[in-house]
């Protein structure tokens, strides 16, 4: 098992939490409209629900929290996504009335984008190797 400088064994980000009104209809987007996959849907504690998606092979998932009672959702999560074609997927989520910002061009093409709960994402275009 690897140790860090610090004596800690963390090796990654697991999986990032997006506070969500309704577990089903964000489910539905993630899958259904952003096209990722589900990993775990599972039932614990006294009626609550663990739900998590992610992108086809991605090591980090995004759990879909049910807010609590009077908590926010709608927020800027802060989370970018990575595509290799910020265009395509621009113009394949407006086609199904995600929504969407404008593409920014720089540093490289990005949006933001909103789930139903209003919660602010961002997908980035992957920078292109520079040729020499």
Same mark, same amino acid.
């Given at each position: 098992?690897?140790?860090s400088?610090?004596?800690t064994?963390?090796?990654?980000?697991?999986?990032?939490?997006?506070?969500?009104?309704?577990q089903?209809?964000a489910?539905e987007?993630?899958?259904g409209?952003?096209?990722? /996959?589900?990993?775990?849907?599972?039932?614990?504690? *006294?009626?609550?629900?663990?739900? %998590? +998606?992610? @992108?086809?092979?991605a090591?980090?998932?995004?759990?879909l929290?049910?807010?609590?009672?009077?908590?926010?959702?709608?927020?800027?999560?802060?989370?970018?996504?990575?595509?290799?074609?910020a /265009?395509?997927?621009?113009?394949?989520?407006?086609? *199904?009335?995600?929504?969407v910002? %404008? +593409?920014? @061009?720089?540093?490289?093409?990005?949006?933001?984008?909103?789930?139903?709960?209003?919660?602010?994402?961002?997908?980035?275009?992957?920078?292109?190797?520079i040729?020499?």
């Amino acid at each position: 098992m690897r140790q860090s400088e610090t004596g800690t064994h963390i090796t990654c980000v697991g999986t990032v939490g997006i506070p969500v009104a309704d577990q089903d209809r964000a489910l539905e987007f993630y899958v259904g409209r952003l096209g990722f /996959e589900k990993r775990m849907d599972m039932a614990y504690g *006294q009626g609550q629900r663990w739900v %998590e +998606v992610a @992108p086809s092979g991605a090591v980090t998932a995004v759990g879909l929290v049910r807010s609590a009672q009077g908590s926010a959702t709608g927020i800027d999560t802060g989370i970018r996504f990575v595509t290799d074609d910020a /265009e395509a997927d621009h113009a394949t989520l407006l086609a *199904q009335s995600v929504d969407v910002d %404008e +593409v920014l @061009p720089y540093p490289v093409p990005m949006f933001t984008l909103r789930d139903p709960d209003g919660n602010r994402l961002y997908i980035v275009e992957r920078p292109r190797p520079i040729s020499a």
